[in-house]
């Protein structure tokens, strides 16, 4: 498929990108090459394959369900410039 600088202009506009007028030439050469290999991806035969959702066999690896950290939130606390009740202090951001 050929694209041309008019219909790259129009692309430009509708997609609000500045594309100068020396740029209109390449930029239309390079989606035309894209717009080819779309039409080639489109042609290829893919009767009998099956949709992959990853082309890798996944499996997920099962584990107790235990907790594995000790509770250090009072350590974090004790770090910051302010907390109370358990929680982070910050300053008034918005009135």
Avoid: C, N
Avoid at 47 to 61: F, M, N, R
């Amino acid at each position: 498929m050929s694209i041309d600088t008019a219909t790259v202009r129009h692309i430009a506009r509708l997609a609000r990108l500045a594309v100068g007028e020396d740029e209109l030439a390449p930029v239309a050469g390079e989606l035309s090459r894209v717009l080819d290999l779309a039409d080639q991806l489109a042609a290829a035969r893919i009767d009998g394959i099956a949709p992959l959702a990853h082309p890798h066999e996944q499996t997920l690896a099962w584990r107790a369900d235990a907790v594995t950290e000790t509770d250090r939130a009072e350590t974090f606390l004790a770090l910051a410039p302010d907390a109370r009740a358990g929680l982070y202090l910050v300053p008034k951001v918005l009135e």
